[in-house]
Every structure is written in C-alpha cells, then in structure tokens.
C-alpha cells in the first residue's frame, strides 16, 4: 500500500480584501493566524503544515511570526492565491 504525503498549507496575507490585517487581529490570547495554525497542527491524517504568504513588505509579519512559532513559511505571487498555494507545496 503507497502512502502519500499530506501536507496542509495556510494561505495568510495582510492586504486581503474587506478586513485589512485581519491574520494578525487578536482573538483572545492569539492571533487568527496562531489558532488556524494550531487547529491544523492537531489534524491526525497531516504530515506536515506550512503557511503560504505573499512578498509583499507588509507581509513580513507574517513570516517573522511563522519563524518565532517554528513554522515552516513560503512566499509567492501577491495576487495569485492558487499560484501562492501550488508553489508552497512544490517546495516542499
């Protein structure tokens, strides 16, 4: 039987519409990002997470969170969430 790597990747950036920097608001103790993450690192059939973020400058944020956490991070393209996404999981 062949077993396939799972990965769950947490697409995250500040200049969203509607809602600007909503990942960092506080919600209780942690951030919306911080309680996503955590509610995914608990996810039985996952191999691994990452959090998939853009390159823009305000987003530097969200990375240096990711490294003081321990999470793996990856940046791609500002618009293209799927393009974002799918690089994330290419690189491992």
Do not use: F, N
């Not at 490294?67 to 690189?91: K, V």
């Amino acid at each position: 039987m062949s077993y396939e790597k799972v990965v769950t990747i947490v697409t995250a950036r500040l200049a969203s519409h509607g809602l600007l920097g909503k990942v960092l608001l506080p919600l209780g103790p942690a951030s919306v990002l911080e309680h996503v993450v955590e509610r995914a690192e608990r996810m039985q059939r996952a191999d691994g997470l990452l959090v998939a973020t853009a390159r823009e400058s305000s987003d530097d944020r969200i990375e240096e969170l990711c490294l003081a956490r321990g999470w793996a991070c990856r940046r791609g393209a500002d618009a293209d969430l799927l393009e974002r996404a799918w690089r994330a999981a290419s690189s491992g």
